[in-house]
């Protein structure tokens, strides 16, 4: 075998002193975490795709604003009675 490869002796050495430093209990946690954190990431980034085409989509229906419209921030609300009492007072 050429330098810088790896055999299967050396690979189960390898394997059996993990297994004497860490334990079977330790590993099989360790893979299981694993495996969920996987998971999690998997599943939030097919959410975070199916927002996208969702605002993809509502973005693409929704008719653009007409020139003529005005923006409800801009309009500026009735105050109430008493204001206009004080108001008429003023005068």
């Given at each position: 075998m050429g330098m810088g490869g790896i055999s299967i002796w050396q690979l189960l050495i390898i394997l059996?002193?993990?297994?004497?430093?860490f334990g079977t209990k330790r590993l099989k946690s360790l893979g299981s975490d694993l495996g969920n954190a996987?998971?999690?990431?998997?599943?939030?980034?097919?959410?975070?795709?199916k927002e996208?085409?969702?605002?993809?989509?509502?973005?693409?229906?929704?008719?653009?604003p007409s020139a003529?419209?005005?923006?409800?921030a801009t309009r500026t609300a009735?105050?109430?009675?008493?204001?206009?009492?004080?108001?008429?007072?003023?005068?």
């Open positions: 059996v002193i993990v297994l004497l430093l996987i998971k999690g990431f998997r599943s939030a980034m097919s959410d975070s795709e996208e085409e969702a605002q993809k989509r509502l973005e693409e229906s929704s008719p653009p003529n419209a005005t923006p409800s009735t105050p109430d009675p008493a204001a206009r009492a004080e108001d008429k007072d003023k005068v």
